[in-house]
């Protein structure tokens, strides 16, 4: 066993390497579970207003994973989230390529309902894109995501921790308005999630501020649902007024999502498998059996009868079990890029780095 933070968080194994830090599997003693540890390198302030803004925002929501938990000791800081270990989207989709319609109907129903619990409580997330949404590995049961990293999301009461006319979030998923100096607002995320759906679609998660003309639009989403493709429409509507104001009727005007499995747009059946390693050997953690019986059932061949599983097993499950060397390996890229979101955050602090956070979580 590594070393014990707090007398509470036990990191177990090194799960990804990053720019900004490294992620952990960890042991929470307190609430008895699993969960994970993003140690920092950098520790510079915005590093730290983006760590203690993030520790205040927590929600209970079945597709939300915010922060239930923190503990200090010297110069680490954690904050704990739930283990979530089916990978991001953006890792998914630029491995394996593009979604089909019904499974993005899923998916997009699912982060919009999390949205609207989060805007019906005064909140815009702000970094809505696939790296910031993570997967549970079900297999081939319904999917189910859950949207994380609310690091630069803002209340409405908050005062600005950004220099005034600076753009917050990621470029190509940004409203037009922006540009402009507009302050947030809930449609903001909610054009965010409609570049989402295009993204998932065409599997291309990168994009350029701008780039999503009435014509692109229409040509990425052809061979939608109407039904779908009018409501991704009104999402991305470049005039504010016409788009829908906030995540819940944006959600509402979507068509009902299927409850059973989901395709790749190719028509292989997509399934969620465990993007971390195997447990490393000797570790002596409560409950770690039942997580090695749990991975091993999902992992079954009974799990992969549907035609075409095996197939899509292939491609979505043990091969990008482990980390790749360096930071430039996707499950770490997958990891470090969502930070909050299927981590905890350990935070190797300093000196007078130290002395901010710890003032700024009171």
Not at 37 to 50: C, G, P, T
Not at 99 to 106: F, H, P, Y
Not at 198 to 210: F, I, K, N, Q
Request: charged share 25%; proline share 7%.
């Amino acid at each position: 066993m590594a070393d014990v933070i707090a007398g509470r968080f036990a990191l177990i194994d090194r799960i990804a390497r990053g720019g900004s830090g490294d992620v952990w599997r960890a042991w929470d003693r307190k609430r008895e579970r699993i969960c994970a540890a993003k140690v920092l390198r950098q520790r510079d302030s915005e590093d730290l207003l983006r760590f203690a803004r993030e520790k205040g925002v927590t929600f209970d929501h079945p597709h939300l994973l915010t922060p239930d938990g923190w503990g200090a000791e010297d110069e680490h800081v954690v904050i704990a989230l739930p283990l979530v270990t089916g990978g991001t989207l953006e890792a998914l989709v630029s491995r394996h390529g593009p979604l089909g319609s019904e499974a993005v109907t899923v998916i997009l129903h699912q982060v919009l309902d999390g949205l609207a619990h989060v805007h019906a409580a005064g909140w815009v997330h702000r970094d809505v894109k696939p790296a910031n949404v993570l997967l549970e590995a079900h297999g081939l049961v319904p999917v189910h995501c859950r949207l994380g990293d609310f690091g630069i999301a803002v209340h409405h009461r908050d005062v600005r921790l950004t220099h005034v006319g600076m753009l917050n979030g990621t470029p190509g998923y940004l409203a037009p308005e922006l540009f402009d100096g507009a302050g947030p607002e809930p449609s903001h995320d909610v054009y965010a999630a409609g570049v989402l759906a295009l993204a998932l679609l065409s599997g291309r998660t990168r994009r350029e501020d701008r780039e999503l003309t009435a014509a692109r639009i229409d040509q990425e989403l052809a061979g939608a649902p109407e039904p779908f493709a009018a409501a991704v429409r009104r999402m991305l509507a470049e005039d504010p007024d016409d788009r829908f104001r906030d995540a819940a009727a944006a959600r509402d005007a979507l068509p009902t999502p299927p409850a059973g499995p989901v395709h790749w747009a190719d028509g292989r059946p997509l399934l969620v498998a465990d993007t971390l390693p195997p447990w490393p050997e000797g570790v002596d953690v409560p409950h770690a059996r039942e997580a090695r019986e749990a991975r091993e059932a999902r992992e079954a061949p009974e799990a992969r009868e549907a035609p075409g599983a095996a197939a899509g097993y292939r491609a979505a499950g043990r091969r990008t079990a482990s980390p790749q060397p360096g930071a430039d390996g996707e499950v770490a890229r997958a990891w470090v890029v969502s930070l909050g979101a299927g981590a905890a955050a350990a935070i190797t602090l300093g000196g007078a780095a130290g002395l901010l956070l710890r003032s700024l979580l009171g």
